[in-house]
């Protein structure tokens, strides 16, 4: 919106010379720029519709206004490179090309874009990344072609100039993607339909109006309706089956994987996705395409920590903890850039390790977790319970009690902390956190039996019985519940 309001004013201007236009003109491309900063290409785009309509460009009229908003339009390019670079994780051997590749890759997407913009079938989410190399001779064949087609629409332009201003702004919209600046998605593709959202607009605004020139006779007004009615309604049709695809994160990973099974992003993601639906056999399949992202790419991490996320959930702990300590090695080398998936692999890794037995490591891995996320209420109680079965009670009570402060109306928080508080021999204060965790979830058969277990153990059988009898009203084949009653009985 701050883009095409800022080329409107700008445009307005340039006939006007009003400098309160001009300032408005200012404003919102820097708020586009604040926006997204693809909108970074506006001042060139803005000189190529200059030349369309004049048919040369003049240095003080033409170029000199747009200074700013070129200043303007570098700072933000040049902000977001380095943020791409430094905090993105767009840099490495996957990022590592000559001049001539990027040239290649440049000349070879602007022909992806533009046939996919006029062709657009088979979409995909996630597109194959092309082996680029300059010593291939057919790779060449794509900037050639560009080439080629840019001289002769510039031998045209004595007919017409709109053929040439419109590929131009549609390639120079694309500059900040077609490969001369490393963004994260090239890991992947080096190619995305989104990216050509703001520079289809040109080739659009062509096609529309060859549309309403080659129909521009009075014969044949009812012809041209029924070509725009006939044409909106196409892509109306493809544009309703794509939407299909993006029902939920699930289906689009698929479909992805169905037109491009080597996208190692789609296994990944669906394995992360299907590890969080809690279904045993969902989490078999996300570990198959873990495993298939793995073949793809050995060395990535994410991959490798949804694989030993859905080995953990399936309880193959063993092999869990193996690809886990595969993923700790490679993550001395090179962290993860986003801290909350940092946090959430040695929050991970301490469980592969508690599990196994292996609790003095555990506790350093989520200690680890939590100097990078200090209020995850659930790592706090992951350390309190091995802290508590090491015998570090009051170390233990300390994370239970934080646990409780992050969720205070969590039940479980409650009953963590009142059993770490029964081991240190604080029974009144225990006895008050479990009243709290029944008060919190009355409908929950387990918190009646754990206040009851605990009346139990300090001596007060009596008091037990009808917490007992409470889980049992609401559960009746709770045998923990049963078994409490009967020994509860037994004392009373």
Request: net charge neutral; hydrophobic share 50%.
């Given at each position: 919106m701050f883009y095409f309001a800022a080329a409107l004013v700008y445009l307005k201007f340039d006939d006007t010379r009003s400098s309160r236009l001009y300032g408005i003109a200012l404003v919102l491309f820097v708020l586009a720029l604040l926006s997204k900063t693809v909108t970074a290409t506006l001042p060139a785009g803005l000189l190529i519709v200059l030349w369309w309509k004049r048919g040369s460009l003049d240095w003080r009229r033409d170029v000199v206004p747009l200074l700013a908003m070129f200043a303007f339009g570098i700072a933000g390019g040049a902000m977001t490179a380095w943020f791409e670079h430094a905090y993105i994780g767009a840099r490495g051997a996957a990022f590592d090309f000559t001049f001539i590749e990027r040239c290649l890759i440049a000349g070879r997407a602007v022909w992806f874009y533009l046939v996919s913009?006029?062709?657009?079938?088979?979409?995909?989410?996630?597109?194959?990344?092309?082996?680029?190399?300059?010593?291939?001779?057919?790779?060449?064949?794509?900037?050639?072609?560009?080439?080629?087609?840019?001289?002769?629409?510039?031998?045209?332009?004595?007919?017409?100039?709109?053929?040439?201003?419109?590929?131009?702004?549609?390639?120079?919209?694309?500059?900040?993607?077609?490969?001369?600046?490393?963004?994260?998605?090239?890991?992947?593709?080096?190619?995305?339909?989104?990216?050509?959202?703001?520079?289809?607009?040109?080739?659009?605004?062509?096609?529309?109006a060859a549309i309403a020139r080659g129909f521009d006779r009075p014969s044949w007004t009812k012809a041209r309706s029924f070509a725009c009615v006939v044409?909106?309604?196409?892509?109306?049709?493809?544009?309703?089956?794509?939407?299909?695809?993006?029902?939920?994160?699930?289906?689009?990973?698929?479909?992805?994987?169905?037109?491009?099974?080597?996208?190692?992003?789609?296994?990944?993601?669906?394995?992360?996705?299907?590890?969080?639906?809690?279904?045993?056999a969902q989490i078999a399949e996300g570990v198959e395409h873990a495993r298939l992202a793995l073949q793809f790419e050995p060395d990535d991490v994410e991959a490798r920590f949804n694989l030993a996320g859905g080995l953990m959930l399936l309880g193959r702990f063993g092999e869990a903890l193996t690809e886990y300590d595969v993923v700790a090695a490679a993550l001395a080398a090179s962290p993860m850039t986003d801290p909350q998936r940092m946090a959430a692999f040695h929050r991970?890794?301490?469980?592969?390790?508690?599990?196994?037995?292996?609790?003095?490591?555990?506790?350093?891995?989520?200690?680890?977790?939590?100097?990078?996320?200090?209020?995850?209420?659930?790592?706090?109680?992951?350390?309190?319970?091995?802290?508590?079965?090491?015998?570090?009670?009051?170390?233990?009570?300390?994370?239970?009690?934080?646990?409780?402060?992050?969720?205070?109306?969590?039940?479980?928080?409650?009953?963590?902390?009142?059993?770490?508080?029964?081991?240190?021999?604080?029974?009144?204060?225990?006895?008050?956190?479990?009243?709290?965790?029944?008060?919190?979830?009355?409908?929950?058969?387990?918190?009646?039996?754990?206040?009851?277990?605990?009346?139990?153990?300090?001596?007060?059988?009596?008091?037990?019985?009808?917490?007992?009898?409470?889980?049992?009203?609401l559960d009746p084949n709770d045998s923990r519940a049963r078994g409490g009653l009967a020994r509860a009985r037994g004392k009373s």
């Open positions: 913009l006029v062709w657009p079938v088979n979409l995909s989410f996630v597109y194959p990344r092309w082996q680029v190399s300059q010593s291939v001779w057919w790779q060449y064949v794509y900037p050639i072609a560009m080439i080629g087609l840019l001289a002769a629409l510039w031998l045209y332009r004595g007919r017409s100039r709109a053929p040439l201003a419109a590929l131009l702004f549609f390639g120079v919209t694309l500059g900040p993607a077609l490969g001369f600046v490393n963004v994260y998605p090239f890991k992947f593709s080096f190619v995305a339909d989104h990216f050509q959202y703001l520079a289809s607009a040109s080739i659009i605004a062509l096609v529309c044409l909106v309604g196409v892509l109306g049709v493809l544009a309703w089956r794509q939407s299909h695809d993006y029902v939920n994160a699930a289906t689009l990973y698929r479909a992805t994987i169905a037109r491009n099974p080597g996208a190692v992003m789609a296994h990944t993601n669906l394995a992360m996705e299907l590890n969080n639906s809690g279904d045993p991970s890794y301490g469980k592969a390790l508690h599990a196994s037995g292996r609790k003095g490591e555990a506790i350093v891995q989520y200690a680890a977790s939590l100097r990078i996320a200090p209020d995850s209420a659930a790592t706090h109680t992951d350390l309190g319970v091995a802290l508590g079965q090491q015998g570090r009670v009051d170390e233990a009570i300390q994370h239970f009690s934080d646990a409780l402060r992050l969720e205070p109306s969590v039940a479980d928080r409650h009953t963590n902390l009142g059993s770490a508080l029964m081991q240190a021999g604080r029974v009144e204060s225990a006895l008050a956190e479990y009243r709290a965790a029944v008060a919190l979830a009355p409908n929950v058969p387990d918190v009646y039996a754990d206040l009851g277990t605990a009346l139990l153990a300090a001596g007060r059988a009596a008091e037990a019985i009808p917490q007992f009898e409470a889980a049992l009203r």
